[in-house]
């Protein structure tokens, strides 16, 4: 079965420093997907960036960036330059897209979250 | 227009109560999602409808039952509340193995 693991329960940097946020996932699957989604206290869910995992190029969006590393299962969120309004939960999630495994169809794993705070 | 919208946001109820929480999407997606947010933000998820079928139905209590109308909508039931169904709920749709829109939550609070 596959597991997301965030070991950082919070974090809390300065606005305008850079922080990141680690991840690391157990699966013996070569084709997924992994997410970033961040929960802001307005509590909405919202994607933040997304990697496939035969794609060896990092995802970036803005602001935010990964480092997948494949081999190792590890899936980090970088955030440069913070913002107050990046404070927020931060969760990892896992997606297969092996069809073979029914449960797995559609599915996201998701860890138990990292709760950023960004102070002025 | 909002794309994955949930009825109430809040929802306060007495212990043995049946309430249901509504969900639409207008993304067109096909697959439809319920997900449980304990007081902890542990996202557990509980049900999830492609077309109108049941495909993941996780272990939650038989009090829950999600009735899809269409693929549109996936609405949740539960009967008789008790004090442990207090949580977030979220619905999310998605397009086959794409990422998951979600809603922005039903907040109930079994009193």
């Known amino acids: 079965a596959q597991t997301v693991t965030q070991s950082q329960p919070e974090m809390s940097v300065q606005e305008a420093e850079t922080v990141t946020l680690s991840c690391t996932y157990d699966?013996?699957?070569?084709?997924?997907?992994l997410f970033w989604y961040k929960q802001p206290p307005s509590r909405q869910m919202i994607l933040v960036i997304r990697q496939e995992a035969y794609k060896q190029q990092n995802a970036t969006e803005n602001r935010f960036s990964v480092n997948f590393q494949k081999a190792a299962k590890s899936f980090s969120l970088k955030i440069s330059d913070s913002q107050l309004g990046d404070t927020a939960m931060y969760f990892c999630a896992f997606m297969s897209l092996d069809y073979s495994l029914k449960d797995s169809n559609y599915q996201l794993i998701w860890g138990a979250g990292t709760k950023l705070i960004i102070k002025p | 227009d909002t794309a994955v919208s949930q009825t109430p946001k809040y929802l306060v109820t007495q212990m043995g109560n049946d309430k249901s929480i509504k969900c639409e999407q207008n993304l067109g997606h096909d697959t439809m999602y319920w997900y449980k947010q304990d007081s902890k933000k542990f996202l557990k998820i509980m049900f999830s409808y492609n077309n109108k079928e049941l495909i993941i139905n996780e272990t939650v209590p038989n009090r829950f039952s999600p009735k899809s109308p269409d693929k549109a909508h996936l609405n949740l039931h539960i009967n008789s509340l008790e004090l442990g169904d207090s949580a977030v709920y979220f619905c999310?749709?998605?397009?086959?193995?794409?990422?998951?829109?979600f809603g922005p939550g039903t907040r109930l609070t079994v009193l």
């Open positions: 999310a749709s998605s397009q086959d193995q794409g990422e998951q829109f």
């Open positions: 699966t013996s699957e070569s084709n997924y997907y």
